[in-house]
DNA sequence: ATGATTGTTTGGAAATTTTCAAACGAAACA
DNA sequence: TGTTTCGTTTGAAAATTTCCAAACAATCAT
């Protein structure tokens, strides 16, 4: 019989490492979390270490990072001396609010530059003040439609979560 | 008086390298892109070299991958025998398409994962399907907002390009 | 206090990415 | 056909990022 579990978490890190490198994060985050979505426990760095092959360096460092972007999160653990991770509840809205602030720095971006553009009074620079102006507004509304996106998956999220309690 | 132009300039390559670069892409996309942003013409290949300081070799690499990406487009420039480029007309909504897709395949991910699982009929990995639910809904959540935003986002874009014209 | 166990920091090695210079190829012109 | 002017490709250098091993710090147990 083959095993099942080591088959499909094996292919989880692998398949997580891929998406968050492609988008521009560490190979090792997506490791990371990936053995924490498969497993049911929480898991302490050197299960984490022994589990990816890695040294407790780079994981220590890793974990930390994930920890401050709340992707995972510490958990306290009775009767034991060891950090324990787990994924963090919201996990997914989490990374996505990360993302949320950079898409709001490229409306202030263009914001600041458009306003730069117009001190000047320079007619050379319309376009570049039109591409601006496009450009504030489309992250604006952009803004707004992630609003929207993260209050309906609070109610979603509610939703699935009163499911699985009932 | 203080050369406005290049202020401007110097400070949008700056500023735009930061941004991609945050976004996981390399800095110099963001350079391109801003030069041929603050650019009301078409630059040549050269010119893009000068203006940032840069030789040939990676300029022209970058240049075809940001026409890949549709964000910039080559131009015909009669009586020249240069390419010229330009920003895309739509490079916005065609950067958020990237995005789009990774996030389509977020969801192709915890899809076959959750089937994976599923097709096991493990009962130790409820954990791990309970969990790629949660994450195949996000992301299909996520796909409807995006939609959403891209769909006002063309009727905006009209309103916006209608004002300039008449 | 001392020793054992665990996480963090750090200096440098390894790997990856970025960049350039030069060779190359293609197209236009003479 | 030969020459010039481009853009692309390529091999290696430079820079950056990732990673490990070892030193270190902190905490707990004895």
């Given at each position: 019989m083959v095993d099942h579990h080591s088959r499909i978490k094996r292919s989880m890190i692998q398949v997580f490492g891929d998406a968050y490198h492609a988008f521009g994060?560490?190979?090792?985050?997506?490791?990371?979390?990936?053995?924490?979505?498969?497993?049911?426990?929480?898991?302490?760095?050197?299960?984490?270490?022994?589990?990816?092959?890695?040294?407790?360096?780079?994981?220590?460092?890793?974990?930390?990072?994930?920890?401050?972007h709340n992707l995972i999160r510490r958990v306290w653990t009775p009767g034991s001396r060891k950090d324990y991770y787990e994924v963090h509840p919201d996990i997914f809205s989490n990374a996505f609010r990360y993302n949320f602030r950079l898409i709001r720095n490229n409306t202030k971006i263009a914001a600041q530059i458009r306003s730069d553009v117009e001190t000047t009074r320079d007619e050379k620079l319309k376009t570049t003040q039109f591409r601006m102006v496009e450009m504030e507004r489309f992250y604006q509304l952009m803004e707004k439609h992630y609003q929207n996106f993260i209050d309906e998956w609070s109610v979603e999220r509610d939703r699935l979560y009163s499911q699985v309690t009932k």
């Open positions: 994060l560490n190979r090792l985050m997506g490791h990371v979390v990936a053995a924490l979505m498969f497993s049911p426990e929480p898991l302490s760095l050197d299960d984490i270490c022994k589990q990816l092959g890695k040294s407790k360096g780079p994981i220590s460092q890793i974990t930390r990072r994930l920890a401050d």
